[in-house]
């Protein structure tokens, strides 16, 4: 199968966490979208939810296909969120980021009673690195940041757009692309990260999957954190 319907599949498999009357965090990302457009169907043949969408673009793909949304000022907790990762490790930890939507994707799965990663076989990974770290600053602290994270260690990119541009995330923020190589610590490195000032979110999601849907050609793999 290719990388495409292997999301597919992952996609298509996480729709049994999704239960009638629940609050859903929607992911973003292009295995996020395969699943948001698979509830889209699901809604319109009589599915009860409401979506919680983590960027501009997964609320404007949901609200145009039906599903009613709501936001975190009027749900106390999100019942399950459906995202995508661009790797993941052994223990389940996570690099998101790589379309940009870290911040609000961190904060709607830190909001969740069940966090559900769908992924190709791509994204499995025996150790963080291999993607490197999207890490969210203000604009004001671009350059400083920068600074300090190479001084860690890392080759460090702003990302732009197709024209040159810094990218500006849905906050209004840069991102830095952060080339760390293998990263034998990640907890430790993201405790280095916040404390750095100007640093809005990194996009190491250490200990928030609680399941992991890896599809391997036709088959779906479901691996649970410990």
């Not at 992952?10 to 729709?15: E, I, V």
């Not at 490197?132 to 940041?145: D, G, K, R, T, Y």
């Amino acid at each position: 199968m290719s990388k495409d319907e292997e999301k597919q599949a992952a996609a298509r498999a996480s729709l049994r966490f999704v239960k009638n009357g629940e609050v859903v965090g929607l992911g973003s990302g292009s295995t996020a979208t395969d699943a948001v457009r698979l509830l889209v169907e699901q809604v319109r043949s009589g599915l009860k939810i409401r979506g919680v969408p983590t960027s501009k673009a997964t609320e404007q793909l949901a609200k145009g296909g039906g599903i009613p949304l709501t936001t975190l000022d009027e749900v106390v907790a999100v019942d399950v969120t459906i995202d995508g990762a661009d790797e993941f490790d052994p223990q389940l930890n996570l690099i998101k980021g790589g379309g940009g939507n870290l911040l609000r994707e961190k904060i709607v799965a830190s909001a969740s009673k069940f966090f559900v990663i769908i992924v190709d076989s791509s994204k499995q990974v025996p150790m963080l690195g291999k993607f490197p770290l999207p890490v969210e600053v203000i604009p004001f602290a671009q350059a400083l940041i920068r600074r300090r994270i190479e001084g860690l260690g890392a080759k460090v990119t702003v990302r732009q757009t197709a024209t040159g541009d810094p990218f500006v995330t849905d906050e209004g923020h840069h991102l830095l692309d952060c080339d760390f190589g293998r990263i034998p610590d990640p907890a430790a490195l993201a405790r280095k990260l916040e404390t750095m000032p100007g640093v809005v979110e990194h996009g190491l999601f250490l200990g928030m999957a609680n399941v992991v849907l890896l599809a391997q050609g036709s088959d779906v793999q479901e691996l649970r954190r410990a």
